[in-house]
């Protein structure tokens, strides 16, 4: 890991990001003149590939999904930092979502208080498709997937490329939602 820039507030980080394109961009929520999600939202739509951490204070749920709407990659709380911020860079640096421990239960109970389970079934999904869908959003990774089903890791992304096709999703979380919704996953 290599720190290759450094932004006192949103604009700044902007410009930063768009000068050093970085792998991984750790964002605050709170700074001067644009706040991170602003900026997060900038840096999304700008077209760069840099995957956006969080880094905040705030563990409410009112600042965790619009986060992930905008383009987060991921959320540690500041207080989780010093045991958490490496692995966390590492994980979004491999394409996948970082959510610190709590922040699951905050997005599914803020996710089923905004929504009622639709009766119809899971849109076109195969049954293997449906297999898939559960474990990626129960977090498995792509490998541990593919030694559970007995099939390759190709295999399981070309799978989850599909299923997102199908649905009509663009990220991970979503997946996570929809197999909410459908029931897939239990809250905890």
Known sequence: ????GEAGDGAAAIDAATQSAPDVIVMDIQ????GGLEATRAIKQSGLKSKVLI???????????????AGGSGYVLKAGADTELIEAIRTVHRGEVFLYPAAT???VDGYLDRSTREEEPFDGLTEREREVLKLVAEGYSGTEIAEQLVISPKTVD??????MQKLGLRHRYELVRYALRKGMLKAE
Do not use: D, N
Request: no cysteine; glycine share 0%.
């Open 1 to 4: 890991i290599e720190v290759v």
């Open 31 to 34: 700074m001067p003149r644009m």
């Open 55 to 69: 880094l905040t204070m705030h563990a409410e749920s009112q600042y965790l999904l619009p986060l992930l709407e």
């Open 105 to 107: 239960k905050l997005l």
């Open 158 to 163: 070309t799978y989850r490329e599909r299923i």
